[in-house]
């Protein structure tokens, strides 16, 4: 059987066509977006298994800042989703290399949650004002992005929390109430 020449150039140029479309809605670049789809994702209630690019201390503290960001984000595997993004991406891994290396330098996992808060609240209010300039600021909008990303896309989040139903068909569309103050 032969092959065409041109075959595998033209699946990566429409995966990047159709990536480019999607990209500013996702905070991946392109070949993250369908490097997801070749690894099984664990279904709800499945055991995910050990992370595979980070050690157990990155893990813990990674899930630490994710329930941080999103009370809850543990336990919808927010971290597991993560590890899976961060292992296919060379940049997010030196990204979060740093990052979990600056908040162990800190003694991060040894502070109460008011500390831990008040070490990434600033950096927190830095990147919504847009300044992504220091490696703290770049690391923490891409775990906040990916925790965001994580949750609002697991069953804990986009069903538990955003009440999303499925696909359905509607009789009629459910009156919208507006409580005037």
């Known amino acids: 059987m032969s092959t065409n020449a041109f075959g595998d150039g033209r ?11 999607i990209q500013c809605a996702f905070p991946f670049a392109g070949d993250e977006l369908y490097g997801q789809h070749e690894h099984p994702v664990p279904t709800r209630g499945a055991d995910p298994g050990p992370p595979q690019f980070f050690n157990p201390g990155q893990f813990a503290m990674l899930s630490r800042v994710a329930d941080l960001i999103i009370p809850g984000a543990t336990a919808a595997l927010v971290p597991n989703y993560i590890d899976l993004v961060v292992r296919n991406n060379a940049e997010h891994k030196k990204t979060y290399t740093d990052g979990l290396h600056w908040l162990e330098s800190k ?7 008011k500390k831990q808060l008040a070490l990434l609240e600033p950096v927190c209010a830095q990147v919504d004002k847009g300044e992504v300039k220091t490696m703290e600021q770049r690391f923490f909008r891409v775990a906040k992005n990916m925790t965001a990303d994580g949750y609002y ?19 009629e569309y459910p009156e919208c109430k507006i409580d005037e103050h």
């Open 153 to 171: 896309t697991s069953h804990a989040g986009l069903v538990g929390e955003l009440g999303y139903l499925g696909n359905q068909v509607l009789a």
């Open 107 to 113: 003694k991060f996992m040894k502070l109460i949650e």
């Open 11 to 21: 699946r990566e140029t429409i995966k990047i066509i159709g990536a480019i479309g």
